[in-house]
């Protein structure tokens, strides 16, 4: 992290076959199956359940997407770990 940069979450994305994203991102949004859940640096600890749909994190270079279906997060004051299978758009 560089010197007067916000927390930040360590983001990683792994899917069946390999890591998807690694990333240290200021936010994350993901689709849960009750509807959409923000995280920031500092969350409580949580597993959540994943939905389909958008996983947005946005990083100092900006914000990036993917379409996941389904899968579970699990949620750390300081990181974020999500095991899914990416989509295709269909």
Known sequence: MSAGAGPRLRLRVVTPRSPAVEA???????????????????????????????????????????LVRGGFADIRPERVLVFTEL???D
Do not use: K
């Open 24 to 66: 240290e991102a200021i936010e994350v949004s993901l689709p849960g199956t009750g509807g959409e859940l923000g995280v920031l640096p500092g969350h409580r600890p949580l597993v959540a359940a994943l939905g389909r749909g958008p996983l947005r994190y946005r990083t100092d270079g900006g914000e990036e997407n993917l």
């Open 87 to 89: 989509g295709d758009g």
